[in-house]
C-alpha cells in the first residue's frame, strides 16, 4: 500500500514562504504524476500543481507565478514551493500521486494557516 505523507506546513505571516514536502514510500508500480491540492474551510478540494515523472509542470491559473511544484524521482518526493503567502492560501494541503497502473494515492494533508 502506498503512502504518502507531507511536511512543511505551519503558520505564517502574510507575504513569507514555504515549502510543502510529499514524501511516498510502498509503492509496487513507478508513480507517474503526483501533484498537490488544498481544501480551505467550506470549499472544495482545488488542483494547485501537478508534475509528470519526466518533469512537465502544469499550474492552476490562481497560483501561476508564486507556486512553484518540484520532483524527486529518486526518492519518490514531491515539492511545492509557495511564495507571498496570503491569507486566502490558509487550507488543508493535499499531495496526490498515481501508478502506472491507473492507481490513485492521497496524502493525509498538511495545515498551513497565513495570518495578516
Known amino acids: 500500500q502506498v503512502q504518502l505523507v507531507e511536511s512543511g506546513g505551519g503558520l505564517v505571516q502574510a507575504g513569507e514562504s514555504l515549502r510543502l514536502s510529499c514524501a511516498a514510500s510502498?509503492?509496487?508500480?513507478?508513480?507517474?504524476?503526483m501533484g498537490w491540492y488544498r481544501q480551505a474551510p467550506g470549499k472544495q478540494r482545488e488542483l494547485l500543481a501537478g508534475?509528470?515523472?519526466?518533469?512537465?509542470?502544469n499550474y492552476a491559473d490562481s497560483v501561476k507565478g508564486r507556486f512553484t511544484i518540484s520532483r524527486d524521482n529518486a526518492n519518490d518526493t514531491v515539492y511545492l514551493q509557495i511564495n507571498s503567502l496570503k491569507p486566502e492560501d490558509t487550507a488543508v494541503y493535499y499531495c496526490?500521486?498515481?501508478?502506472?497502473?491507473?492507481?490513485?494515492?492521497w496524502g493525509q494533508g498538511t495545515q498551513v494557516t497565513v495570518s495578516s
Open positions: 496526490n500521486a498515481q501508478s502506472i497502473r491507473f492507481q490513485t494515492f
Open positions: 510502498g509503492s509496487r508500480f513507478k508513480l507517474t504524476t
Open positions: 508534475i509528470t515523472r519526466g518533469g512537465n509542470t
